[in-house]
């Protein structure tokens, strides 16, 4: 067996009803606090509530749509004026990448892209970032207990990370309770990204006992309770998908992840698009790929069995095969009507200039293999729909 490390938020906090563990925590890291939210801050109103019961100063900043390096220093500046002590990012994926990104900045001196891998230095940051309170408001990114920032440069056209330990929130709390009345399209969206992440994670080459355990777990949960909530929005669903993100959130940051996240950062760097609906567009044909390469190529693989295990996972068949369960995968995203890359722009005179760019993506290292151009090119065209 060989080593590995492992490294989350430094408290997670998992439960209906567990939002009010923040204003008594915020309390306990400073006096003035940071909201970022979403494009209204409506649904913290709970949130916001507490922070005025416990007697804390806050302001609020707006990430009204996947975060840019010009609104993380908007917010940054937003936040040293205020003299914010502490972040509490309140919303999906892109609000706490966001209060990540922010909260690194209050602390530490220079210019964000002295810290951006690809486009800036890819300096390492040298002091902890302000406290982080991460609250995430939907079941899909995992981004409350991982260490990287992502953020988009529509300069550049490309998604960058902002990665360092020092970016893991002080405290995550994980409420099924805020992910009660999400409509179904972002159900579907951000539910299909975390069972990508589970997926990846655990056809990673850097899987490990420990993300093994919580992938097998989140795939199982997540098998049985995407289709329910997305349908019926109950709140058992909503609670397995909750716990089902968290435990994605907790494998990719410590095993990486694969083909579909290498594609999904040039794609939404070049394009406007959702990245739930695009790792979802992906997951079919990148597994179909995916296992066609490593039969041919690498026969003796001992992550070809994990297939078959991720097929009886998803089908509740034990004996089912790796197709069955690539089947299921495709049919969901047909249940969930899940547009093609097509939808968002993504055309044939596309395909090789996204694929020569997930080529080189942080992502595509913990896939199961090396993938060629002809075979990332087919994984495009087959999403495109």
Request: charged fraction near 20%.
């Given at each position: 067996m060989s080593a590995?490390?492992?490294?989350?938020?430094?408290?997670?906090?998992?439960?209906?009803?567990?939002?009010?563990?923040?204003?008594?925590?915020?309390?306990?890291?400073?006096?003035?606090?940071l909201v970022?939210?979403?494009?209204?801050?409506?649904?913290?109103e709970a949130l916001l509530a507490g922070l005025k019961a416990a007697h804390l100063e806050y302001g609020a900043f707006q990430v009204p749509e996947e975060p840019t390096t010009e609104m993380v220093m908007r917010g940054a500046d937003e936040a040293r004026k205020q003299r914010c002590e502490v972040v509490i990012a309140f919303g999906g994926g892109s609000v706490i990448d966001a209060?990540?990104?922010?909260?690194?900045?209050?602390?530490?001196?220079?210019?964000?892209?002295d810290y951006l891998e690809v486009i800036g230095k890819g300096k390492a940051l040298e002091k902890s970032a302000a406290p982080l309170i991460a609250i995430p408001t939907t079941a899909g990114t995992g981004a409350e207990v991982t260490?990287?920032?992502?953020?988009?440069?529509?300069?550049?056209?490309?998604?960058?990370?902002?990665?360092?330990?020092?970016?893991?929130?002080?405290?995550?709390?994980?409420?099924?309770?805020?992910t009660y009345d999400l409509p179904p399209h972002l159900t579907a969206f951000t539910g299909l990204d975390a069972l990508?992440?589970?997926?990846?994670?655990?056809?990673?080459?850097?899987?490990?006992?420990?993300?093994?355990?919580?992938?097998?777990e989140g795939i199982s949960r997540a098998a049985r309770s995407l289709p329910q909530a997305f349908g019926k929005g109950g709140k058992e669903g909503r609670e397995d998908m909750a716990l089902a993100s968290l435990f994605s959130g907790l494998a990719l940051a410590n095993s990486g992840l694969?083909?579909?996240?290498?594609?999904?950062?040039?794609?939404?760097?070049?394009?406007?698009?959702?990245?739930?609906?695009?790792?979802?567009?992906?997951?079919?044909?990148?597994?179909?790929?995916?296992l066609r390469a490593l039969r041919q190529r690498q026969p003796c693989s001992p992550i070809l069995p994990r297939f078959d295990f991720i097929a009886g996972l998803l089908t509740g068949d034990k004996a089912a095969a790796a197709e069955d369960g690539i089947q299921w995968l495709y049919q969901l995203t047909r249940d969930f009507q899940v547009p093609g890359l097509r939808e968002?722009?993504?055309?044939?005179?596309?395909?090789?200039?996204?694929?020569?760019?997930?080529?080189?993506?942080?992502?595509?290292?913990?896939?199961?293999?090396?993938?060629?151009?002809?075979?990332?090119?087919?994984?495009?065209r087959e999403a495109l729909g």
């Open positions: 590995f490390e492992f490294a989350t938020a430094t408290r997670i906090v998992f439960g209906p009803g567990s939002i009010k563990e923040a204003a008594p925590a915020a309390k306990s890291f400073g006096a003035r606090v970022v939210t979403g494009k209204t801050s409506k649904r913290a209060g990540k990104a922010i909260a690194a900045l209050i602390t530490n001196d220079g210019r964000l892209l260490r990287n920032a992502v953020l988009s440069s529509p300069e550049h056209r490309v998604k960058v990370s902002l990665r360092s330990p020092f970016l893991l929130p002080r405290l995550a709390i994980v409420d099924p309770e805020l990508t992440q589970l997926i990846e994670a655990y056809l990673s080459i850097r899987a490990n006992p420990l993300t093994d355990a919580l992938c097998v694969g083909a579909v996240h290498g594609f999904a950062a040039p794609i939404g760097g070049m394009f406007h698009a959702p990245h739930g609906a695009v790792c979802a567009a992906l997951l079919p044909p990148a597994m179909h790929v995916n968002h722009g993504i055309r044939e005179e596309h395909v090789a200039e996204v694929s020569a760019k997930a080529g080189l993506a942080s992502s595509m290292k913990g896939n199961p293999l090396p993938l060629n151009s002809a075979e990332r090119e087919q994984i495009l």
